[in-house]
Every structure is written in C-alpha cells, then in structure tokens.
C-alpha cells in the first residue's frame, strides 16, 4: 500500500468516526425540535440549518486534514 492510499484511507476513517460522534452526540442532547404551536409554521428551520452548519464544518475539516 503506498502512502497516498493510506493517507486517504486514514483520512476516511477519521471522517466517519468524527460524523458517527457527532450525529451521536446530537441524538443524545436532544436536540429534537420543540412540539409546534398551535398557530404558525410547524417547525422555525434551526434544526435543519444546524444540520447543514454541522455538515459543512465536517466537509471543511475533511478538505483540511487531506490538504496537509
């Protein structure tokens, strides 16, 4: 195995252990969306724009490690 291919292998790994942490950590925090008003929109979006927000900064962490 050269050093490319294990350095992207590694990098993989790293990636999925970090989303397997983090999606763990935001089912056990609870950070389940708040039962809906009555009135009004059923959900504000926060928890989709966390999603998001939580997904980019693991892409930006990824880009990261594989550029050095």
Do not use: K, W
Request: aromatic content about 8%; charged content about 5%; hydrophobic content about 50%.
């Amino acid at each position: 195995m050269n050093s490319s291919s294990g350095r992207s292998s590694q990098a993989l790994s790293l990636f999925g252990l970090l989303l397997l942490v983090i999606m763990n950590f935001i089912q056990v925090n609870g950070f389940t969306p708040s039962p809906a008003p009555a009135e009004g929109p059923t959900s504000d979006g926060t928890a989709l724009d966390q999603g998001i927000a939580c997904f980019l900064m693991l892409a930006a962490l990824a880009i990261t490690y594989l550029m050095h």
